[in-house]
């Protein structure tokens, strides 16, 4: 498969790892996207999407916990409502799930409390047809988003399990340059490789 981003616009006013897996177990899932950033006084919530295969019950744990949120580590929710005094920025924010055999972690991520107005984005791409060895591509299950504030380096992923959605728009983003790229994955999960990188100003 080839990558997919073809444009993008402004409309304005961020994979698991730590695996374990031990004979006889099967590890649990967690996906999701955080919300990269928030006006200080709005609530801010945040729960991952994640399952056992074995049926074991679950149990999260989260690093970098920002100091106005809460957690719940019977189902990870993160969730608070910053103040003036909470502007800023929360790096390195990571949560997992564990089965208590295995585990698996969501992508650090990082919430911005801000005290200006947030913008949003919008992408646009062509569905692939082809796979990289130029057969029919007939099992087109949907696209990844990747974006971040540097060139190659992506902070945010945002998974879209629909491969007839083409269009997607990325909000609640702060002033700054974006740099965005796509990937698209079929229902093996097998991911093509990044398409060209688009860039984008919020303001």
Same mark, same amino acid.
Request: glycine fraction near 8%; charge should be negative; charged fraction near 15%.
């Given at each position: 498969?080839?990558?997919?981003?073809?444009?993008?616009?402004?409309? &304005?006013?961020?994979?698991?790892?730590?695996? +374990?897996?031990?004979?006889?177990?099967?590890?649990?899932?967690?996906?999701?996207?955080?919300?990269?950033?928030?006006?200080?006084?709005? &609530?801010? +919530?945040?729960?991952?999407?994640?399952?056992?295969?074995?049926?074991?019950?679950?149990?999260?744990?989260?690093?970098?916990?920002?100091?106005?949120?809460?957690?719940?580590?019977?189902?990870?929710?993160?969730?608070?409502?910053?103040?003036?005094?909470?502007?800023?920025?929360?790096?390195?924010?990571?949560?997992?799930?564990?089965?208590?055999?295995?585990?698996?972690?969501?992508?650090?991520?990082?919430?911005?409390? &801000?005290?200006?107005?947030?913008?949003?984005?919008?992408?646009?791409?062509?569905?692939?047809?082809?796979?990289?060895?130029? &057969?029919?591509?007939?099992?087109?299950?949907?696209?990844?988003?990747?974006?971040?504030?540097?060139?190659?380096?992506?902070?945010?992923?945002?998974?879209?399990?629909?491969?007839?959605?083409?269009?997607?728009?990325? +909000?609640?983003?702060?002033?700054?340059?974006?740099?965005?790229?796509?990937?698209?994955?079929?229902?093996?999960?097998?991911?093509?490789?990044?398409?060209? +990188?688009?860039?984008?100003?919020?303001?």
């Amino acid at each position: 498969m080839g990558g997919c981003l073809t444009s993008v616009e402004s409309v &304005s006013s961020g994979d698991g790892t730590d695996f +374990e897996q031990r004979s006889g177990n099967l590890s649990p899932t967690i996906s999701g996207n955080p919300q990269p950033a928030i006006m200080f006084g709005d &609530s801010y +919530e945040f729960e991952p999407q994640s399952t056992d295969p074995d049926g074991d019950p679950l149990t999260f744990l989260i690093q970098n916990k920002p100091s106005w949120a809460n957690f719940d580590a019977s189902t990870g929710r993160l969730f608070g409502q910053p103040t003036l005094g909470d502007i800023g920025v929360y790096d390195n924010i990571a949560i997992s799930v564990s089965d208590s055999t295995a585990s698996r972690s969501l992508r650090a991520f990082t919430i911005t409390v &801000s005290q200006s107005a947030l913008g949003s984005v919008t992408l646009n791409w062509v569905a692939p047809t082809e796979n990289t060895d130029s &057969s029919p591509l007939l099992d087109l299950a949907g696209y990844k988003i990747y974006y971040g504030t540097r060139s190659g380096e992506y902070n945010y992923e945002i998974q879209i399990d629909s491969a007839g959605l083409t269009t997607y728009v990325v +909000e609640n983003l702060v002033e700054d340059t974006y740099y965005f790229a796509a990937t698209a994955f079929n229902s093996s999960g097998v991911e093509s490789e990044f398409s060209r +990188e688009a860039t984008k100003t919020v303001n």
